[in-house]
């Protein structure tokens, strides 16, 4: 990854880690099964989706088969707690 690359997904890092509360993640699910079916809405349920903290074993399955950069935009809150020194 460039020096550019890092500095994303460090910024990424602080914009997107963090856990979300059963209510929370309901509410989100309320919002994706309202939005229909164009463009605009598919790019608002992408944001929405990538809102959610991924699972620690996913994170680490797609960093190792797509590259760091892949992931830098997900919620890696709770793969950071498990892989520190992969995230």
């Given amino acids: 990854m460039t ?3 890092w500095e994303e997904y460090f910024y990424n890092r602080q914009k997107n880690d963090r856990p979300i509360s059963k209510e929370q993640e309901q509410n989100i ?3 994706l099964l309202e939005l229909g079916t164009s ?3 598919n790019e608002k349920r992408v944001c ?3 809102s959610f903290p991924v699972t620690p ?3 680490l399955a797609a960093k190792k088969h797509a590259g760091l950069k892949y992931v830098s935009n997900w919620n ?3 793969a950071k707690e498990k ?3 992969e995230f």
């Fill in 3 to 5: 020096e550019k690359d």
């Fill in 39 to 41: 463009t605009e809405d």
């Fill in 76 to 78: 890696l809150y709770y």
């Fill in 48 to 50: 929405l989706f990538q």
């Fill in 29 to 31: 699910y309320e919002i």
């Fill in 83 to 85: 892989y520190p020194y």
């Fill in 57 to 59: 074993e996913g994170a």
